[in-house]
């Protein structure tokens, strides 16, 4: 399992895309956990049997407290992630973050060039602090993927790739432009910059799978994934219902627990948390690339493990069925197309 855990909504950027920005929370709705509160979620983690913690905001390393929490995580043997603007890295952080466990960095990237990018986050500087980043967690073997929100501050996708190889990165995700969420998280804005029509946004993912195809840069989101969120734009039906509330979760800084950022009510709160309120229905509402990529590369991972519970129960045509799904292929060319970057992570 896998869950995204915001540890604080403050933040310290400016994105005209995103309610988390300084000057778009209301400053008496800032919040953040306490180190007591993030061990507990640690501990409910490993009885859940969650390997990976993505610590996010807001902007997490603004909180005071990263640190440990990262350490308990990886103490705990959980493989602790952290999704950051980059601008409050420094030598002495990094070193220690990667000391304490830190096993992977995502840094946000918005344009392809330096000084739209730092226009944008309202952060002078932080291209120069990303790339220092990647210099310093190359060395010290932490895994780093840029992550870009695919917005029309993006106008020639091919680019990408040479900003990102200059800023020191090697892989990196595409984030699909959010206007809504029912959910407490935040990362969403009605700005002009995100709004695209279903046709603009067909075409938006068209463009992103010929930068994969003709530059050849890391892009971590699957093609077929990609193919879905296009099916979904035109309302066909979709392949792959997401694993949100079932493999992925999003907890907020009020310890509500969530199947995903887009739904409206929590699944109960995380110290009410087992297995009996995972969730598995074959969601295709939203196409938040988080829960939706994953479905795609774990589907067959799934639906092995469905057919073996089923044998251990003499259920053999149920059995047969999970095996010869078509989508299994499908899922497993996914998996090999991103086997370096699911290594490295």
Known sequence: GYLQFAITNRCNARCEFCGFAVDQLDPKQRRSVTLAEARDVIDICVRNHIGYLLLVGGEPLAHP?????????????????ICTNGSLWTDRNMRELAADGLCSVIMSIDAPDAARHEQSRGLPDVCRKIQRANE???????????SIIASRLIEDYDRLPAFLTALGFRSCTFSYPLRSLGSSYLSFSGSQLVNYSPAELIEVFERIKRMKRRTGFPVVNPRESLTEMQRHLRGEPEKFGCLGGYKYFYLDWHLNLYRCHFWETPMCRIYDFDRSKLIRDNCTRCMIDCYRDPSVLQFIAVNVSDAWNHLKRGRLLAAARNLCDP???????AVWEQRRWIREV
């Open 65 to 81: 407290d990263v640190r440990a929490m990262t350490r308990y995580a990886a103490e705990r043997g959980i493989r602790p992630m």
């Open 327 to 333: 989508r299994n292929l499908t899922s497993l060319r």
């Open 136 to 146: 310093v967690f190359a060395r010290l073997g932490v895994q780093t993927t840029a």
